[in-house]
T-cell receptor, first 113, second 110 residues
Framework: GAVVSQHPSWVICKSGTSVKIECRSL??????MFWYRQFPKQSLMLMAT?????????EQGVEKDKFLINHASLTLSTLTVTSAHPEDSSFYIC?????????FGQGTRLTVV | RKEVEQDPGPFNVPEGATVAFNCTYS??????FFWYRQDCRKEPKLLMS???SGNEDGRFTAQLNRASQYISLLIRDSKLSDSATYLC???????????FGAGTRLTVKP
């Protein structure tokens, strides 16, 4: 079964609205989670590293005020895409890493219209 | 230089063929290496870890060459169901921060 659960799996929203994506680790406590974005026919790109109880670390070129990350507990991290625009339409995936590798959420396909 | 680089692909092979993918990484101190498989519009799933001595899982063989800083994945007797994108993943800073290669698209044809 899944060890990392991501919700929702898909969402369509209007331009200018905000969307929250949840990522939960089910079988273990994740002090660190990672958020990725994948555009069509491209590789997964790390957006930010989410640290429990502290501020996220963002990769270069990722706007921290647009992509709000909260990691308030050891089992939950959230990504909020604020004031979404069509160019934010993408596949967003979270992951939590352990000794045997990274476990991914099912991904969220965001479409901004 | 990119942190993780993969063969660009795509690879189109007939059923039963043997195909190999290579991946190079930039940080010589990296300790953990993985191959993931990603089907279209799905999340990546762990295919196999890569160990220093090399490891095999059925038709799949993974190798690590630390001196040249590359890992490889060999698929023997390709099946139609092997069609997917294969991602090379490296834990480059050994803090569970995984970095991905661009992925290699494999299509196995009848």
């Amino acid at each position: 079964g899944a060890v990392v659960s991501q919700h929702p799996s898909w969402v369509i929203c209007k331009s200018g609205t905000s969307v929250k994506i949840e990522c939960r680790s089910l079988d273990f406590q994740a002090t660190t989670m990672f958020w990725y974005r994948q555009f069509p026919k491209q590789s997964l790109m790390l957006m930010a590293t989410s640290n429990e109880g502290s501020k996220a670390t963002y990769e270069q070129g990722v706007e921290k005020d647009k992509f709000l990350i909260n990691h308030a507990s050891l089992t939950l991290s959230t990504l909020t895409v604020t004031s979404a625009h069509p160019e934010d339409s993408s596949f967003y995936i979270c992951s939590a890493s352990g000794r045997v590798g990274a476990f991914f959420g099912q991904g969220t396909r965001l479409t901004v219209v | 230089r990119k942190e993780v680089e993969q063969d660009p692909g795509p690879f189109n092979v007939p059923e039963g063929a043997t195909v190999a993918f290579n991946c190079t990484y930039s940080n010589s101190a990296s300790q953990s290496f993985f191959w993931y498989r990603q089907d279209c519009r799905k999340e990546p799933k762990l295919l196999m870890s890569v160990y220093s001595s090399g490891n095999e899982d059925g038709r799949f063989t993974a190798q690590l060459n630390r001196a040249s800083q590359y890992i490889s994945l060999l698929i023997r007797d390709s099946k139609l169901s092997d069609s997917a994108t294969y991602l090379c993943v490296v834990n480059i800073h050994n803090n569970n921060d995984m970095r991905f290669g661009a992925g290699t698209r494999l299509t196995v044809k009848p």
